[in-house]
Nanobody, 124 residues
Framework: QVQLVESGGGLVQAGGSLRLSCTAS????????MGWFRQAPGKERDFVAA????????NYVDSVKGRFTISRDNAKNTVYLQMNNLKPEDTAVYYC?????????????????WGQGTQVTVSS
């Protein structure tokens, strides 16, 4: 069992930055791939970024490449999403998720555990 708690969301102007954190409970955190997803009002929950259990491989949706960076610290059971040059279209609830996978899953169906979400609002 893995429990996930996100933090770091908020209101920021376009062009600004935020860093989201997701802390996991459980001793098996380091064996899970971790991902970030986001869901805007009335839309599906979409993939944003993911990182392999070792941190050696990452994957991003095209719209955030070059602006967002996912990283993890297995000693702290925490995964991060550094978001730079934020745009109004990045506004959404952001969720972290854990997948028992040795790869870098990009679909929500591959993730077993989810956090409660944190709101990110980017004003123009």
């Amino acid at each position: 069992q893995v429990q996930l708690v996100e933090s770091g969301g908020g209101l920021v102007q376009a062009g600004g930055s935020l860093r989201l954190s997701c802390t996991a409970s459980g001793r098996t955190f380091s064996t899970y791939a971790m991902g970030w997803f986001r869901q805007a009002p009335g839309k599906e929950r979409d993939f944003v970024a993911a990182i392999r259990w070792s941190g050696g491989s990452t994957n991003y949706v095209d719209s955030v490449k070059g602006r967002f960076t996912i990283s993890r610290d297995n000693a702290k059971n925490t995964v991060y999403l550094q978001m730079n040059n934020l745009k109004p279209e990045d506004t959404a609830v952001y969720y972290c998720a854990a997948a028992p996978s040795g790869f870098v899953p990009t679909t929500r169906y591959e993730y077993n555990y989810w956090g409660q979400g944190t709101q990110v609002t980017v004003s123009s």
